[in-house]
């Protein structure tokens, strides 16, 4: 009996020792801390974080294989793995060469500042709303054909290079004047984030859905285009008929009215709110 009480004496001991830390090791835990974060927010920010969910899936499906002892899928997954990371490597080649010019570029003082984002703070204010859904339908009334993509959680840094770079406050009268017909940055796309206009002329890549409809021009196919790649909401007025359109997850809805846009500009405004409603989703285009 004794001999039982100090083993589980030793084992208590053992369990609530305290490990002792050095200096060095807390330096280590920093700087790995700092490095996992930055990779994290990297991944977030781009379209990396797709293909990470797409990956997570994937090892979810071959964990539930190696728990029913699926041994032929395990063996396929096994001989994969050299060859997706190869594959990972030459798909995200652009993305880790932007990273690595990113870290050259920063100041040695930039990179000690977390920039941790507030949590349930609202992505724009109302009167960017305002601004954003009044210009629509006012240079819808005039048929002036604009495409503006609103940012949401995913930073669009690779299409923002393709235009013009601007930082601006969003109203209504700077969007009517950059899509005013003749002007030089009338032609692409506007990218908003936050409260600002950061680019304009931006080029947007065409989506190859051949399900869409075939009256869709390709100011309505690149905003469907966006909305593939990214978690963006894209505004689109046809030059053509006037009318009001958006598009968001690889779907275009066509012809809203104005307090149907201002409920999509809410969802993102304030990630909370409740998903497509349905009589919205009644006029969305046919994918």
């Known amino acids: 009996m004794a001999d039982f009480v100090n083993a589980v004496n030793e084992f208590i001991d053992d369990f609530i020792k305290i490990p002792k830390f050095e200096i060095p090791d ?20 781009s379209r990396v974080w797709m293909i990470v969910r797409g990956v997570i899936i994937i090892l979810l499906f071959f964990v539930f294989a190696a728990i029913f002892q699926m041994n032929t899928i395990l063996w396929l997954g096994e001989k994969l793995v050299t060859v997706a990371v190869t594959l990972l490597i030459v798909v995200f080649q652009p993305e880790f060469r932007r990273a690595l ?20 703070a609202k992505k724009f204010d109302d009167s960017t709303i305002t601004g954003m ?8 009334a005039v048929k002036t054909g604009a495409l503006i993509v609103v940012e949401n959680d995913m930073q669009l840094t690779e299409f923002e290079r393709t235009g013009i770079s601007l930082d601006a406050l969003v109203t209504r009268q700077l969007l009517i004047n950059i899509f005013e017909k003749n002007t030089p940055l009338h032609d692409g796309a506007v990218i908003v984030r936050g409260d600002r206009v950061v680019s304009a002329t931006c080029y947007l890549p065409l989506s190859d859905n051949m399900g869409l409809s075939k009256d869709l021009g390709t100011r309505h196919r690149a905003a469907v285009g966006i909305s593939e790649v990214s978690d963006s909401l894209t505004i689109v007025v046809s030059e053509e008929t006037g009318t009001v359109s958006y598009a968001r997850e690889g779907r275009i809805v066509r012809n809203v009215k104005e307090d149907e846009l201002i409920a999509e500009l809410k969802k993102i405004q304030n990630p909370d709110t409740e998903q497509l409603e349905p009589e919205t989703a009644e006029k969305e285009g046919q994918l």
């Open 101 to 120: 010019e990113q870290i050259g570029r920063r100041k040695i003082t930039s990179l000690f500042s977390w920039n941790i984002l507030k949590t349930g």
């Open 26 to 45: 807390v330096v280590e835990i920093i700087i790995i801390a700092y490095f996992l974060y930055h990779l994290l927010v990297w991944v977030k920010n």
């Open 133 to 140: 859904v009044t210009a629509c339908y006012e240079m819808g």
